[in-house]
T-cell receptor
Framework: GPKVLQIPSHQIIDMGQMVTLNCDPV?????FYWYKQILGQQMEFLVN????????KSKLFKDQFSVERPDGSYFTLKIQPTALEDSAVYFC??????????????FGHGTKLSVL | QQKVQQSPESLTVSEGAMASLNCTFS??????FRWYRQHSAKGLEVLVS????GEKEEGRFTAHLNRANLHVSLHIREPQPSDSAVYLC??????????FGAGTKLTIKP
């Protein structure tokens, strides 16, 4: 079935460095999402993205965060600079453009970010 | 790698009738199962979490887990049109390596 791929599966960086999380969404999907889950806590929405623009973002989507999908390549989440509290698993998801947002979401397996 | 599959892909149920959603998983060591629903473009609302075989009820939502059969289900009692949403099954071992199903789109007809 359709798959969302996230690269890498685990990233370890020093506090203050920049990190880019990559997501290869399902082809022909138009809506893209990032979610954050701190270990042991609930999944929380960060941002959704459509047609080259951020449509909605939560308060967790700090000024240090940015998303883009240049020329239909990876959908990326960049954090610059990183902070200790950014350590979490970040999930990417995509859905088709028809009737979104109430369409089936396809999730990646997550990227575990460890900020030291 | 863990595979989580949900069925049906979409379901239409009349208001007040029981709605039943299914989720199968491939890793029998999994011990953490959650049902979420996505109402809008952002929020994932957790409905019920279950960690051992049997039944767990949270209000009108009941999860049934049978790990031997690699199956967890969600039953919604007396659904309302406002329950129309995409329902997601999430499976993990502990809180690591969560794998989501693709969701079931539930529509409740008045």
């Amino acid at each position: 079935g359709p798959k969302v791929l996230q690269i890498p599966s685990h990233q370890i960086i020093d506090m203050g460095q920049m990190v880019t999380l990559n997501c290869d969404p399902v082809s022909n999907h138009l809506y893209f999402y990032w979610y954050k889950q701190i270990l042991g806590q609930q999944m929380e929405f960060l941002v959704n993205f459509y047609n080259g623009k951020v449509m909605e973002k939560s308060k967790l989507f700090k000024d240090q965060f940015s998303v883009e999908r240049p020329d239909g390549s990876y959908f990326t989440l960049k954090i610059q600079p990183t902070a200790l509290e950014d350590s979490a698993v970040y999930f990417c998801a995509s859905s088709s453009g028809q009737g979104a947002p109430n369409e089936r979401l396809f999730f990646g397996h997550g990227t575990k970010l460890s900020v030291l | 790698q863990q595979k989580v599959q949900q069925s049906p892909e979409s379901l239409t149920v009349s208001e007040g009738a029981m709605a039943s959603l299914n989720c199968t998983f491939s890793d029998g060591t999994s011990n953490n199962f959650r049902w979420y629903r996505q109402h809008s473009a952002k929020g994932l609302e957790v409905l019920v979490s279950i960690f051992s075989d049997g039944e767990k009820e949270e209000g009108r939502f009941t999860a049934h887990l049978n790990r031997a059969n690699l199956h967890v289900s969600l039953h919604i009692r007396e659904p309302q049109p406002s329950d129309s949403a995409v329902y997601l099954c999430a499976v993990s071992y502990g809180n690591e390596k969560i794998t989501f199903g693709a969701g079931t789109k539930l529509t409740i007809k008045p």
